[in-house]
């Protein structure tokens, strides 16, 4: 049982880090609120980041949560992650338009149309 726990705890360690980890580095002015990044490279940065925290919850949630009963089930969670990332994807799109100067940096001259 000791074994069990110390392997959950430790994957559960790696879970937070990849959720929280991509956060604390990159939510400043070097990244999300770089003026010289153009507003796909800051799009592309928060789907990185988003997507680390989609794979940290998905991983805290199928390591702690009780199993279920049969494989019919265990397919069953298995289709609902991959039929949820479209709203992923939604929700990823939606955070990186609301940086600061995103439309600035496209006008800029020598960047872009």
């Known amino acids: 049982m000791r074994r ?14 990849t959720a929280v980890g991509p956060y604390k580095a990159d939510w400043n002015e070097t990244h999300v609120y770089n003026p010289e990044w153009p507003p796909h490279a800051k799009f592309h940065n928060g789907q990185t980041m988003s997507l680390g925290l989609a794979l940290g919850a998905t991983s ?16 069953r969670d298995a289709s ?12 990823r799109a939606g955070c990186c338009a609301r940086t600061p100067a995103a439309g600035r940096a ?3 001259p020598g960047r872009g149309r």
């Not at 609902?80 to 929700?91: D, L, Q």
Request: charged letters at 20%.
């Open 106 to 108: 496209a006008s800029a």
């Open 60 to 75: 805290l949630w199928q390591l702690w949560r009780r199993p279920p009963p049969g494989p019919r089930l265990r397919l």
């Open 80 to 91: 609902e992650v991959v039929s949820n990332t479209p709203r992923v994807r939604r929700v």
């Open 4 to 17: 069990k726990s110390l392997g959950r705890a430790l994957i559960s360690l790696t879970s937070l880090v």
